[in-house]
C-alpha cells in the first residue's frame, strides 16, 4: 500500500466510520478553530500570498468544483439534471444523476440507455470556467492534481502524469465482477449506445458492454457505482500522488483543497489536514460553498474561504492579473 493510500486508510478506519452520523449531519470528529475568519478581501490576499509563497502546490478537487462550474447534476433535481436526464426522472422519480444508479430499473437495456446517457455527458462536457482560472492560478507553478473526481475535467488541461484519480475515470470499464485486473476504454462504446439511443430511453441488447473474459456485464471504472476494481491502475494513481509528496515533503507546499463535501473527507480533505499538520513548511488553503472547516492544529499555517467556487478563482486571478 503506497504511503498516500495508507493515510486515506486511517482517515477512513479512524475518524469516517467511527463519526459517520457526524459526518453525515455536515459536520467533522476533527476540533476546528475557533478564530473569527476574516473579511473576504482579506481572505482573498492571503489565498494570494499564500500561492507566491508556495514553491508548489499540490490541488485537490472534489465535486464542489465540478458543481460550481456547471456540473451540478450530480445529487440535484435542478435544471441541468433535467436538461440532461429529465426523461428518466420522469419515469422513475429519482433526483440527481448518482440517484440513477441506484433506481429499479424495468429493463438491463434501459439501465444502460441511462448509464451511456451519464457517460456521455461527463466525457463530452466543455472544459468548466473554474478549472480555467484554476490553471491561470498556478500554471507557472511546479504542481499535482489529486482529484476524486471522475469526469476528465483536469486531462482536459493537464497530463495524465500530472494528475491522480483516486476514485476512477468515466472513460474506461470495468468488468463487474472484477474478474482480471483490467479496464478498457468506454469511449466508443458509448458513443455507440448513444446513436442507437436516439430518443428513446433503452439501447439495443447487443450493445450491453460486457467482460471480454467472462461474458459478465462491464460496469464504469468508478468507485461507488459497484465492485470498484482496486487494481494495476488504482495502485498507479496512488503512487503518483505518493510519489510527489515524498520528493517535495522538504518544499513549500500549498495544499488547495476545492469543494470537498462531507461523504468523501477521506480521500482529499483529512490527509491534506494531517500533511500540513506534519510538514513544517506547509500551508493550506480550502474552498468551500458551504463550509469553512479549518482544524485548530494547523490554524496558524491555513486558510478556510466559505464561498462560490467559481467566484473566489474568478476574483484571485484578477488580483494577481493572470
Known amino acids: 500500500m503506497t504511503f498516500y493510500e495508507n493515510l486515506v486508510t486511517e482517515s477512513q478506519l479512524t475518524n469516517f466510520s467511527r463519526n459517520y452520523a457526524l459526518y453525515a449531519a455536515g459536520s467533522t470528529s476533527v476540533p476546528l478553530s475557533t478564530k473569527k475568519p476574516l473579511p473576504y478581501e482579506a481572505q482573498l490576499q492571503d489565498f494570494v500570498q499564500k500561492l507566491q509563497a508556495a514553491e508548489c502546490v499540490i490541488v485537490g478537487g472534489a465535486s464542489g468544483l465540478s458543481a460550481a462550474g456547471g456540473g451540478d447534476f450530480y445529487y440535484e433535481d435542478n435544471a441541468s439534471f433535467r436538461k440532461y436526464f429529465g426523461k428518466y426522472a420522469e419515469k422513475y422519480g429519482f433526483k440527481g444523476a448518482f440517484g440513477g444508479t441506484f433506481a429499479h430499473w424495468d429493463s438491463r437495456t434501459e439501465f444502460w440507455g441511462y448509464m451511456a446517457t451519464f457517460l456521455n455527458v461527463t466525457q463530452n462536457s466543455p472544459l468548466r470556467k473554474p478549472y480555467v482560472d484554476l490553471d491561470a492560478l498556478i500554471r507557472d507553478k511546479d504542481f499535482f492534481i489529486l482529484t476524486t473526481n471522475q469526469d476528465t ?28 485486473d483490467e479496464i478498457w476504454d468506454a469511449v466508443q462504446p458509448v458513443k455507440e449506445m448513444i446513436a442507437a439511443l436516439g430518443d428513446g430511453t433503452a439501447i439495443p441488447e447487443e450493445l450491453i458492454p460486457r467482460c471480454p473474459h467472462c461474458g459478465a456485464e462491464a460496469f464504469p471504472w468508478v468507485r461507488g ?3 470498484f476494481l482496486t487494481g494495476s491502475k488504482y495502485e498507479e494513481e496512488y503512487q503518483k500522488i505518493s510519489h510527489y509528496l515524498q520528493k517535495n515533503k522538504d518544499r513549500k507546499i500549498l495544499f488547495l483543497e476545492l469543494g470537498v463535501g462531507r461523504m468523501t473527507p477521506m480521500f482529499i480533505q483529512e490527509p491534506f489536514w494531517f500533511l500540513v499538520k506534519s510538514l513544517p513548511q506547509a500551508a493550506y488553503v480550502s474552498i468551500n460553498r458551504d463550509y469553512n472547516f479549518l482544524p485548530k492544529a494547523i490554524e496558524d499555517k491555513g486558510l478556510a474561504i466559505k464561498r462560490d467556487i467559481a467566484a473566489v478563482l474568478e476574483d484571485t486571478r484578477k488580483i494577481m492579473n493572470c
Do not use: T
Request: charged letters at 25%; a positive charge.
Open 225 to 227: 457505482y459497484g465492485n
Open 153 to 180: 475535467q483536469f486531462l482536459r488541461l493537464y497530463p495524465e502524469s500530472k494528475v491522480a484519480e483516486i476514485q476512477g475515470d468515466h472513460r474506461f470499464f470495468q468488468c463487474s465482477r472484477s474478474c482480471r
